[in-house]
């Protein structure tokens, strides 16, 4: 992860990887493998009709879970694309677009991330290969290792040994 997210900040770019998916038009595969998922259900908040505004996110009322609070999934295939996040496989397949992605919230040293999509529940990603995945999205989102906000480039555990090999 280290070693992409100096890449990234450098002007480079992942490589993408042969699919396992079928993927559209101009999209790219650059990984798959299994996480944990957890989603977030509410009592007073119904996912499926949200907007982003300044200051936050604002959801409608009227929900349709008993109790708030993180849900496990279970351990999941994830593959990761230039253009979406898909999450189980077969008939149980959910694919996640990018163009719909409102958030995104590292958290590396756990090897998490907190997933806000437009109209569907806010999904917490947990595995060793999450806070890489993070990093692949950031590139193709926003160009850089990590969302705007988190993490700056200098404060990069890698940037610190990297230059006293130097």
């Given at each position: ?45 119904d ?46 397949q959910?694919a ?71």
């Amino acid at each position: 992860m280290s070693l992409l997210a100096r890449l990234v900040q450098r002007g480079g770019h992942p490589a993408p990887v042969r699919p396992t998916v079928a993927l559209g038009a101009d999209e790219e595969q650059y990984g798959a493998f299994l996480v944990d998922v957890l989603a977030y259900h509410s009592a007073d908040v119904d996912y499926s009709s949200s907007i982003f505004a300044s200051g936050g996110l604002f959801f409608t009322g009227s929900g349709t879970a008993a109790r708030s609070g993180w849900r496990g999934e279970g351990r999941q295939a994830a593959t990761i694309t230039s253009q979406r996040l898909l999450l189980g496989e077969g008939d149980r397949q959910r694919a996640y677009d990018f163009r719909s992605l409102i958030l995104i919230q590292p958290n590396p040293l756990d090897w998490s991330a907190n997933l806000y999509f437009q109209g569907a529940q806010p999904l917490m990603l947990r595995g060793p290969w999450v806070p890489w995945m993070t990093v692949v999205m950031s590139a193709e989102l926003y160009g850089t290792p990590w969302p705007p906000g988190h993490l700056p480039d200098t404060e990069l555990p890698i940037k610190a040994s990297c230059e006293k090999a130097r």
